[in-house]
């Protein structure tokens, strides 16, 4: 009976915080009062407040997670919406991908390589670019520790979400279509996530290339890694 009350809290403590902060943003347009940032910090802060543990509020917490298996399938109706769009700039829109696919997984690995990572830790951080599921897979695959390559696209996916922004207007960028590549590219769910703010397009393009930035890597990563560490 507790567990459930806990789990119904723990809902309506997430719920509250999301709308909260959407709110703020909403009135501010400052990026770092996306929800993204401050609804985790304020449910982190909630849930030490009123002593609940992660196991307790994950009772509830779960079944909004489930909701996002049809929040995921909707991003085809936009899809199809622009399906002109993206007919007409597919060439582009792969190349740009896998370009940018590439760089993070190299820049990545080549920096654990300069650091003196060792293999291990590298593995880990160098699938940092592309969505949880996928990364912690490759991450697996490749030798590295699942659980810490997950903290990693967790930081990058909220780096993204802060520097994205203020990249497309140090670069000027006016194209939706270049908004939604680089930050779906460079910043997976997170960068899908800012580029829905900015438009419609611009969401589509990032989720896009959210997907192709996971293939891109499930098929990189097994041929590039073994020889980055020869280097």
Same mark, same amino acid.
């Given at each position: ?7 119904? @809290? ?23 009062? $996306? ?37 995921? #399938? ?9 399906? +002109? ?6 060439? +582009?829109?792969?190349?740009? %991908? ?8 190299? $820049? $990545? ?14 593995? =880990?951080?160098?699938?940092?670019? %592309? ?6 897979? %490759? ?5 590295? #520790?699942?659980?810490?390559?997950? #903290? ?9 979400? #802060? ?38 397009? +611009?969401?589509?393009?990032? =989720? ?9 890597? @499930? ?13």
């Amino acid at each position: 009976m507790m567990t459930s009350f806990i789990g119904i @809290i723990s809902i309506l403590l997430t719920i509250i915080f999301y709308y909260c902060s959407k709110a703020l943003y909403g009135r501010f347009r400052f990026v770092l009062f $996306s929800p993204l940032l401050v609804a985790p910090a304020a449910l982190i802060i909630g849930l030490l407040t009123f002593h609940i543990s992660y196991s307790s509020y994950i009772t509830g917490g779960k079944w909004l997670t489930v909701l996002l298996q049809p929040a995921i #399938v909707a991003f085809a109706l936009p899809l199809y919406k622009h399906y +002109e769009t993206l007919k007409k700039h597919f060439p +582009e829109i792969v190349l740009s %991908v896998l370009a940018g696919t590439f760089s993070a997984f190299l $820049s $990545s690995a080549l920096l654990g390589l300069l650091a003196n990572f060792q293999p291990q830790i590298i593995a =880990s951080l160098a699938p940092r670019s %592309v969505t949880t599921p996928i990364a912690i897979d %490759v991450s697996n695959n490749l030798g590295g #520790v699942p659980s810490l390559t997950a #903290v990693f696209v967790i930081l990058t996916g909220l780096m993204g979400l #802060v520097i994205g922004p203020l990249l497309i207007r140090f670069l000027h960028l006016h194209s939706p279509i270049a908004k939604g590549i680089l930050l779906g590219t460079g910043a997976h769910g997170c960068g899908t996530s800012a580029a829905l703010t900015l438009g419609s397009l +611009e969401g589509t393009i990032a =989720s896009l290339a959210m997907i192709f930035a996971g293939l891109a890597t @499930i098929i990189l990563a097994p041929v590039v890694f073994p020889l980055l560490l020869k280097l």
